[in-house]
């Protein structure tokens, strides 16, 4: 099978730049000398986890129970549910246990704890949690120095059927930063206030075996880890436009692409019409509140996967892609209807969610391989 | 089963109020005339095709290959693909045609003519063509007056293999206008321009007996439709804030909404953070920029859907979503942790279209039935 021979809308992934993307996180990890725990939310792909976890312990990270359940099904059994718990999840947490996956799971709150304690008792399930540490990000979690924290950890070690594996957190305002000495004050900050957390715990006799911190610009650019056990970075396995535009990679380590055909030609507006829009390239735009002409993504050869400079998706409508020029009309000639070209993601955890299967590259315009992907809830 | 059962996030659809929508569009349908050929692309669901096609003569309109499949498959055999061909798509839908179904394609361009009626000759294939008419949209289609019209009708009508079927458009523009006056007179330029595109057509000797318009906003608002055959809306079937925003429908007549459970608290923004973000309520602000304390969507009662006053969602991550109040801090003893609300769509279509399956009550906290839908291309 080749490129040409695709359906489109369709997601490409180039895995030479995924391999060599997460061998240069493993370094990173090895380096900083803290367990990686991938987060999957981004790839959500089993043949991905395998490269992302190859060397490794062999944890993961997931963002929704669906990709916990594809995930264990693939093998993949000690998992990070990284979002906050909310009870009526448990039943399906649960189930997947029972299947024999062991799920961490995350909570900020002691009202919660209780009641995840009753459930384990009325399913007589045992349940892992972990304390969300709020180190500047502002989303979720306590601050580092908060009485709740010790309160949310007494009443998780005081449960029968739970048990407190320790702290995370998730630096995502490292997202608003821009360049590696910006980053690496965050990824301090990160690494500094879930570190007190646990030493807080610890000196309350509250065991913290894990401390973790999670966001690809931060484990890019922490300068030292101490006190840090893992990480959970996603984004870094396929990168895309935005972790260029803050400094975290370069153009050649984006590892995915939209491949989309021209369905049509305006003269009058100027635009190459794609089929991919908004469902297929996503609606975001991070990348372009940064970089002048991204838009919805950049323009590339549908091959080379090199960007044809200048050209980028201006707008979108539900399956439509309005291509456009930097200056002046875009190549109508160059592009005739039928023609192909690729588009790069914004952001790629957007952009990549809804299809349900990747179309692996080398390089070269030969689809070596179909990986199947999670989609949905 | 009951809402309280599902998990989170869901996609409730309100059969009543998808019932009387449906009902509202045909008497438009039968006041102006014109035969209605629902655009499934915001549905998506065969159950939601019935209840749009009852009583009417059964032609549907999609936006990809995917949900053309998944419709032939489920019985609907008359489809117009209402997105501009690319030569690359006719092995596809030869396969549909082969199967049963009848399509109807778009094109606006000669060269693309010639390749189709080559891939004919090819495939020992037929394929019928609508020319797409530009009635003021600006984003694809020939002007009503345009040269090539005509040369794109001679180009069809001289090719073995394909039938010219008439000429469509769709008045993108009327989403920019905001009451019936301004759409009405929106309307009215759909309508002209389509009907004189037919006309130029007959006047040189070329058959054109469908003459399509299609958009929910000016199907609600059009005067009268002389010289139109049929209309293509879709939103009204589910209809959304952005529709109720430019004074198409209320908000009662919104029929779909994300339901969520609360899984935080963060008094220190003022935020309830619940786990439908990004992916779950889509990223799209139409509505948000016509309506102050819009965000992502509105926050209602999980049971009766009705909206909890002043109560949004501002921000949205990949699988968090953070509801704050127009006023004040937002009431966490209302909504503590495990509560559930459900989200009121920006744009239905885009919020819709991950979930692959609706769970579908009748204005109560019984869920009365699961309905497939398609996803993906």
Redesign the interface.
Known sequence: MRLADL????LILDRGTLAANCAAMAARAAKLGVRLRPHL?TAKSAEAARIATAGQFGGITV???AEARYFAGHGFRDITYG???????LD?VARLQAEGARLQLVT??V??VG?VAQRALELKAAFQLLIEI?TGG???GV?PEAPALLEIGRAIAAAPGLSLLGVMTHA?HSYRCKGGDAIAAVAEEERAGVVRAAERLEAAGLPSPVVSVGATPTAMFARALPGVTEMRPGVYTLMDLYQMAIGVCRREDIAASVLA??????P??G?I?I?AG???L????GAASLMEHTGFGWVCDAVTGKPLDGLYVAEV????G?IAAAKGAPPFERL???A?VRILPNHV??MA????RYHVVEGGADVVAVWDKA???
């Open positions: 359906s489109t809308p369709s939310k963002s929704t129970l979002v906050g718990i909310a009870p009526g999840k399906e900020d709150d009202a919660t009641a709020d502002g989303r979720a601050l995502g055909s021209v369905i049509g030609h305006n009058r507006t635009r019409l089929d908004a469902l297929a996503s609606q975001d735009r409508n539900q399956e439509h309005m005739p209807l039928g192909r955890c957007m969610a809804p299809y349900d989609t949905g809830w």
